[in-house]
């Protein structure tokens, strides 16, 4: 018996109608926008007060500048603020080539405590980050402070442990990386809050006192089953982790922000997303649409193993650009207007490599608004709905089935990097060396990058945006991308859909990791 044919038009009038529900949901609100713009300025005055109160060196001011969502206007209600510290440098010649000192991240988490706030410098993420929230409960926050506490009554040469020497060379890897790592990426690693065994962030002597846990076959993936299941673990693994005595909930302890000692590129990468905005009116409701859709089935969280914000804004970024026809958006780092005279030329060749990576984009954003509306950037006139409808068919990557025509393109997870500077928007994982997991130690953290799912960072060419991807995380990733095409496919076809779009996940959770939560609470 024959397939009922796919009904296209009323995919995207559901989608279309969809979006004129779902987005004016997840717009940012002019009172949040200021309410967090206040407590950025207050937040900047107290750290600049104990920037001039204990800290000495060649810095003589620093700033909190915003970047990622809320900067680059892809936030949405309740998004946690990324603020970067900026220093002023006695030296400008000193900007490119010194780091910020490393005691500075303490002064600040010290004075955060000090104004009963919630601080904690997370010293195991890639960058260290000072996490901080407005009001945090009086449980929450005396924890902090005995942590705190701990790391004040180190000795000196145990605040700060230099390097540790590399591990032996692992025995060698599949050169190229399958749905399942056989080595299993089920076992967490120290990279981000939720990886890692819990080692208080102390120093070598500290972490050597404390014993790893023995690898029980709860920790491992079993490969994949001839019938083409995706594997299954002994163990349960939730979308969202069960928070600990030192970290904050989602709600009830005020506005809450991540602040970062060493992202300059984040800077030039949010300016870069919000040009991108510019370019046409539909970026910002694709964008919107997308993040809300991957919050509420939950795999939109790096702490977690699954992807976080700005690589969902990417993956979508990618699709604009590279995957519609005509696009919608051009490439601003291949689209920049020539220079037409001497000042001109000399701005473009001005600041355009930090920290070694170029940073070279169409950055000027009352040309592109010009561009964008006298209609020079896209000849595409689809609708935000018919947009999404391409962009869950292009990451569910399944065969259109009985549909006539040329196949519509699809990503290619296991062996594809999503590359947004790249012409084409794809390179290879083979041509850039990411095909097995890569993992650096220092006395004070262990970043493993992992290459399951790989976009590249537009200018920080040998990051991975998705290296904190596990495999049980991408797994995730891809059914909710297959479930969305399903229920997509059934409208218009007479046939019942398994749910709707954006309903909530319930996940279920074992006895043991209720007991587990219960002693948390009360430790």
Same mark, same amino acid.
């Given at each position: ?16 109608? @969809? ?51 809320? /900067? ?15 220093? #002023? ?14 005691? !500075? ?24 980050? !000072? ?22 009554? @180190? ?52 972490? /050597? ?40 909930? %989602?709600?009830? #302890? ?52 699954? !992807? ?15 995957? /519609? ?119 004070? %953290? ?58 909530? #996940? ?18």
């Amino acid at each position: 018996m024959a397939q009922p044919r796919e009904n296209p038009i009323a995919q995207v009038e559901y989608l279309d109608n @969809l979006a004129a529900q779902e987005i004016p949901k997840v717009e940012m609100s002019l009172a949040e926008l200021e309410e967090k713009e206040t407590f950025r300025r207050q937040l900047e005055s107290i750290l600049q007060h104990a920037f001039a109160e204990g800290h000495t060196g060649d810095m003589t001011d620093i700033s909190l500048v915003g970047f990622g969502s809320l /900067a680059s206007g892809f936030g949405i209600p309740g998004s946690d603020m990324d603020l970067a510290v900026v220093p #002023v440098w006695k030296d400008n010649s000193k900007a490119e080539k010194v780091g910020i000192d490393r005691d !500075l991240p303490r002064v600040l988490e010290r004075a955060v405590l000090d104004a009963k706030m919630g601080g904690r410098l997370l010293t195991r993420t890639r960058v260290p980050i !000072l996490k901080i929230c407005q009001n945090p409960t009086e449980t929450l926050y005396s924890a902090l402070l005995d942590e705190r506490k701990k790391w004040d009554e @180190l000795p000196e040469e145990e605040k700060y442990p230099g390097d540790l020497p590399p591990e032996p060379s692992p025995q060698p890897k599949p050169s190229v990386e399958t749905d399942v790592e056989r080595s299993t990426e089920a076992t967490h690693h120290a990279d981000s809050p939720s990886f890692g065994q819990d080692f208080p962030e102390l120093g070598n002597k500290a972490a /050597a006192k404390a014993k790893p846990k023995p690898r029980t076959r709860d920790d491992s993936i079993k490969v994949d089953s001839p019938t083409g299941q995706h594997p299954r673990s002994e163990k349960a693994w939730m979308r969202e982790k069960v928070i600990g005595p030192l970290d904050f909930p %989602k709600t009830g #302890v005020g506005i809450q922000c991540d602040v970062n000692f060493e992202n300059t590129l984040g800077i030039h990468n949010t300016h870069m997303l919000r040009c991108y905005s510019l370019t046409d009116p539909r970026v910002r409701p694709m964008v919107l649409f997308v993040k809300s859709w991957a919050k509420t089935r939950k795999i939109n969280s790096a702490y977690s193993g699954t !992807l976080n914000s700005y690589g969902w804004v990417l993956m979508v970024l990618h699709y604009l650009v590279n995957i /519609a026809q005509p696009p919608v958006c051009p490439n601003l780092q291949h689209s920049i207007p020539q220079p037409t005279d001497l000042t001109a030329l000399e701005q473009f060749f001005k600041e355009t490599t930090i920290s070694g990576y170029s940073v070279r984009f169409w950055r000027n954003e009352e040309e592109i608004i010009q561009a964008a509306q006298s209609g020079r950037l896209s000849q595409n006139r689809q609708t935000v709905g018919a947009l999404l409808r391409g962009f869950f068919q292009y990451y569910a990557s399944i065969s259109p089935g009985n549909n006539y025509g040329p196949r519509p393109p699809q990503f290619y997870w296991t062996s594809e990097v999503l590359s947004l500077r790249t012409p084409g928007g794809i390179q290879t994982k083979q041509s850039k060396g990411w095909v097995s997991a890569t993992t650096k130690i220092t006395a004070e %953290k262990k970043v493993t990058n992992r290459y399951l799912f790989a976009i590249e960072d537009p200018f920080e060419l040998d990051h991975n945006v998705a290296r904190t991807v596990t495999h049980r995380g991408i797994v995730a990733i891809r059914d909710e991308f297959r479930r969305a095409w399903r229920i997509l496919r059934a409208i218009g076809q007479g046939l019942q859909p398994e749910g709707g779009i954006f309903d909530e #996940v319930v996940m279920k959770r074992s006895r043991l990791e209720i007991i587990s939560e219960c002693i948390v609470r009360l430790c």
